[in-house]
């Protein structure tokens, strides 16, 4: 039960994750006229940050009197791995499942909702495993 608790307020952290990522990247194309491309680079650290310390605070929390594994910022540098890794497999699943199915190319959410899921699957995998496993 504890860990279908912990996978909601995982994918909960995720959604918002999602709102930081499209609000910046909104504001800068929209309102800063910077381009898409940095605008994404920028958007996706401060998606990054904000799970990070959400996920770090809400979701794997160490038990009173335990502590998180290491310094916060080799703690962060280990989560934006597992992060860039995870935005690697779902891009790597999409575009195979297009590969592979061409009909998909019509309904690409099918293929970029498969590519999340497998990547939330490796994202949580890391994040509790690795990123914040208890000291």
Known sequence: METLSRL??????????FIVDAGVLSALTSLAGVGIYPSRAVSFVAACSATWLLNRTFVFAPPAGGGHAGPRDREYARYLSVQVAGALINLAVFAALI???????????????????VA????YSGARYWVFRPR
């Open 8 to 17: 909601a307020r995982f994918g909960a952290v995720g959604t918002a994750g």
């Open 99 to 117: 590969q592979v199915f061409p009909a998909l190319r019509s309904m690409p959410v099918v293929p970029l909702a498969a590519g999340s899921l």
């Open 120 to 123: 939330m699957v490796f994202n």
